[in-house]
Structures are given as structure tokens and as C-alpha cells.
């Protein structure tokens, strides 16, 4: 499975982007899919996970209530929509996907996207 993020930019605190994982392969649906992301000169951490059908969503309490992962299978793409975005979700932010349920743990995941940056300005 190859990932391709894109999406990312620069917007204003407040602002709101909508993040696209296009993903190769036929068996994209069988895959739960996860963000996270990376901060300058921190850890990576979990942003949200979803579940091959869709049907199980789980997000960070940072993002709870502000992000939605979402996904179609028809399309193998995966989004994360972002909404009342704070200088502090500034960071790459990556897709990953593994073949088994989702997880919030970054190294259950088989499959990496590149990262695309998102910047908040305040």
C-alpha cells in the first residue's frame, strides 16, 4: 500500500482544512486507517483512527470535537477535516494504515504517507 497526503497549507487560527490520503492498491478497504502527526521538535502523536468499514471513528482529546476522520472506499482516500484550527495543531501531519483494527499507536501501523504541513498562524 503507497500514501499520498496532501492538504496542508498555511491558514489563520480559527481557519479550517480538510486533509486527503489517496492510498494504491485494492485492498485499501481492509485497512484501518490513522493520522498523526509531528510537531517541530516533538514526538509524533495521534490525531484520529478509523475503522476499515468506517463505522468506528476515535480521536486525541486535543482534536475531539474539532477534527473529523472520514473515509471512502470507493475512492481509497481517507480525509481529515479540521475546523477552529489552534496555532498549536501546527505540524506534518501524516496517514498511516495497517491491516488489522485501528490503534492510536503509531508503530502498529504498516504503512506511511509522506506528510503534508499544516501551519496556524495566530
Known amino acids: 500500500v503507497q500514501l499520498q497526503a496532501s492538504g496542508g497549507g498555511l491558514v489563520q487560527a480559527g481557519g479550517s482544512l480538510i486533509l486527503s490520503c489517496a492510498a494504491s492498491?485494492?485492498?485499501?478497504?481492509?485497512?484501518?486507517m490513522g493520522w498523526f502527526r509531528q510537531a517541530p521538535g516533538k514526538e509524533r502523536e495521534f490525531v484520529a483512527t478509523?475503522?476499515?468499514?468506517?463505522?468506528?471513528?476515535y480521536y486525541a482529546d486535543s482534536v475531539k470535537g474539532r477534527f473529523t476522520i472520514s473515509r471512502d472506499n470507493a475512492k481509497n482516500t481517507v480525509y481529515l477535516q479540521m475546523i477552529s484550527l489552534k496555532p498549536e495543531d501546527t505540524a506534518v501531519y501524516y496517514c498511516?494504515?495497517?491491516?488489522?483494527?485501528?490503534?492510536?499507536?503509531?508503530?502498529?501501523?504498516?504503512?506511511w504517507g509522506q506528510g503534508t504541513l499544516v501551519t496556524v498562524s495566530s
Open positions: 478509523i475503522s476499515w468499514s468506517g463505522m468506528g471513528t
Open positions: 498511516a494504515s495497517r491491516l488489522k483494527g485501528s490503534s492510536e499507536v503509531a508503530a502498529d501501523y504498516d504503512y
Open positions: 492498491g485494492r485492498t485499501f478497504s481492509t485497512y484501518a
